[in-house]
């Protein structure tokens, strides 16, 4: 009966042991995966930046060219400015499903705005030949890739996080530990379905008068 016990009580420190190695490397796994959701949140936030950086030149640059429609101009404007309303930590990505959604939208808004500039300027063949409506151009065409890339690299930091979190034995640290699960990026709704693009009507649209505001008064009034 005693030496029963006794293996009886190794057992069970050996249990403890076990468990508790595991424990370890579930927390500190975690732990890692988390980190890497947040790099890649950081990663998001950056190249998101670096277009809302272009904007003003961009602004500046359209601006000087007669008769460009002031409405687009202004559509472009307000939708940064609502960019730079919706306030997220760059350093950690957010747990609230509905603060994400609202940080997509903002920047959904501000992707058609700018897609809208880019299709009137076609009707400016001056525009478009000059240097510095080129190099930002293309910078903008760039960065926006570099926005779809990250999203992507987010969402698969997110997925194995969130796989993570499911599995046994880690799930049981969530609670403990105050681990939450991560929202994803979601796709636009329509954005499967090409948007209709009709240069025609361009060319049949009144002459809008250009903005008589300074480029740098613009510039200042941008967030």
């Known amino acids: 009966m005693e030496k029963f016990a006794r293996f009886s009580g190794a057992l069970a420190i050996a249990f403890a042991l076990v468990s508790g190695l595991t424990g370890c490397g579930s927390y500190n796994r975690l732990v890692t995966l988390d980190q890497n959701v947040n790099k890649k949140w950081a990663d998001v936030q950056s190249v998101y930046q670096r277009r809302a950086d272009l904007i003003p030149n961009l602004v500046n640059t359209v601006q000087g060219a007669a008769n460009f429609e002031k409405s687009t101009l202004t559509d472009v404007v307000n939708a940064r400015a609502s960019v730079g309303q919706v306030k997220l930590d760059p350093s950690k990505a957010p747990t609230d499903a509905a603060q994400l959604q609202q940080f997509q939208q903002a920047q959904g808004q501000l992707?058609?705005?700018?897609?809208?500039?880019?299709?009137?300027?076609?009707?400016?063949?001056?525009?478009?030949?000059?240097?510095?409506?080129?190099?930002?151009?293309?910078q903008l065409e760039g960065t926006e890739n570099r926005i779809s890339v990250e999203r992507n690299n987010f969402n698969g930091a997110v997925q194995e996080y969130n796989t993570a979190m499911q599995r046994f034995p880690t799930n049981m640290l969530n609670k403990l530990f105050g681990f939450r699960e991560r929202p994803f990026f979601s796709a636009q709704a329509g954005s499967e379905t090409a948007p209709a693009v009709n240069f025609g009507n361009f060319g049949n649209a009144p002459a809008v008068p250009a903005p008589t505001v300074a480029p740098a008064a613009t510039a200042a009034a941008t967030p």
Do not use: G, I, K, M
């Open 111 to 138: 992707s058609t705005a700018l897609s809208r500039l880019l299709v009137v300027s076609e009707n400016y063949p001056q525009l478009r030949a000059t240097e510095a409506f080129q190099n930002l151009q293309a």
